[in-house]
Structure formats: C-alpha cells, structure tokens
C-alpha cells in the first residue's frame, strides 16, 4: 500500500518540508496530496485533529508531527539512512532535531518561511539573533564532530538535515549573516535535486498568506 503524505503550500509551509524532504531523500516512495491553507479542502483533508500538516497515512495508520513521521519512516524503512548507523551520533542527530522541533520560536515568529519573498534583510531583534547563533553553534558543532564522512550535519543527509531545513530557507530569504560553515552547509542544503524540485514547485503557487508575508501588505517577490 502506497505511503501518503498531506502537505500543505510549498511556499509557506516549513513543516511540511522537513518530512517531504526526509522522505525524497532517501528515497521513499509516497503519494503527494498537496491542501493550500486556508481552503475549504484543507479542512475536509487534513485528518490529524489539529488541523495542521503534513500527515502521513499509511493504511489505518495516521501520522502527524513532522518529527514523529519521520521516526515512523525510520523504523519502517531501516536502511533509508534517516538516522546516523552510529550510537554517539544518532543519539546527538536525534537531539539537535528534538530541539529543532521544540524551540527557536522567536526566529519562527519573526522569519516565516517565504521561498517566494525577495531576498531582503530584517532587523534581527535580541531574541531571534539569539536563536540564530545558537543554530549556527549546533551546525558547527555537529559538522565538527561527526561530519568528516560528508557535507550534511552527520555526514551523510539524516533526518536532522530534513528538521533544519526551514531554518536554511530562513536564513537565505531574510539574508542572515552568518559564517563560512554555515554557509557552507546552506549551499549543500540548497544544492540537494530534492530541494531544488520542492523550490522550482513552491515558485509556481499562487496563494498568498498574509501572516507568513512579512512586508504585508506589500507582498515582495523575486
């Protein structure tokens, strides 16, 4: 039976990204039901009870929480390389992405993903410049402890890259200053076949979300 997942608009929709991302990547097959925010269809399919995406469905199973699909994926699909094969670094992949997951609102709240917004910088008040140094210290420290193998945060692309994906479409849309590492690591990112699909899709939307259009009513783009 073929996997389903529920995403909501390519453009906005940072959530959605790190589990279609996890899922491309490794290559795991799926059906893509794409709901735009706010339509009468999002309603009547996003099933998960908080309304909110993506969800993945697979038979009378349904997942929600982007994290949790993905640990599902992982146990599912254990040779998909989702998490790092070794202990030390599978456990600091599966921390780093808890915190990810749970933290970092003020950047969130001030920064919404916007792949369609030109590229424009924001001031940077304390608590979100706060939260971007400190996801830039977890790259560097994940980098430099178990990313000899490769270019991604443990090496090779894990689930921990698909939980900061958001934070590098972040980072380039409001034009972050941030390090040669970091940089490094956002061109790796960006540079994935997968990214690049989800990108050239999200471009071609037309919905317009004003909360996640920071110069509303002006909507900027490239």
């Known amino acids: 039976m073929t996997l389903k997942?529920?995403?909501?608009?390519k453009n906005y929709s940072s959530w959605s990204l790190r589990a279609w991302l996890a899922m491309t990547v490794a290559g795991i097959g799926f059906e893509e039901v794409l709901v735009p925010f706010g339509t009468e269809a999002f309603k009547q399919q996003v099933v998960s009870g908080t309304g909110r995406v993506p969800v993945l469905i697979d038979g009378d199973i349904t997942i929600w929480e982007s994290l949790a699909i993905i640990e599902y994926l992982a146990e599912?699909?254990?040779?998909?390389?989702?998490?790092?094969?070794?202990?030390?670094?599978?456990?600091?992949?599966r921390v780093v992405s808890n915190e990810m997951h749970a933290g970092f609102l003020a950047m969130r709240g001030h920064m919404p993903v916007n792949f369609a917004r030109r590229i424009i910088k924001r001031d940077l008040p304390p608590a979100v410049a706060a939260d971007i140094k400190r996801i830039e210290a977890?790259?560097?420290?994940?980098r430099a402890r178990f990313g000899q193998s490769g270019p991604f945060l443990f090496g090779a692309f894990c689930a921990a890259d698909a939980m900061f994906a958001?934070?590098?479409a972040r980072f380039r849309t409001y034009d972050v200053d941030v390090g040669d590492g970091?940089?490094?690591y956002m061109a790796t990112m960006m540079a994935l076949p997968a990214w690049q699909r989800w990108v050239e899709a999200g471009l071609k939307e037309t919905w317009v979300v004003p909360e996640d259009e920071v110069d509303w009513p002006k909507v900027e783009r490239a």
Request: net charge positive.
């Open 5 to 9: 997942l529920i995403i909501g608009n």
């Open 76 to 93: 599912k699909f254990p040779d998909a390389g989702l998490w790092p094969k070794e202990v030390a670094a599978r456990a600091h992949a």
């Open 138 to 142: 977890l790259w560097s420290d994940c």
């Open 166 to 168: 958001p934070a590098v």
């Open 182 to 184: 970091a940089r490094a």
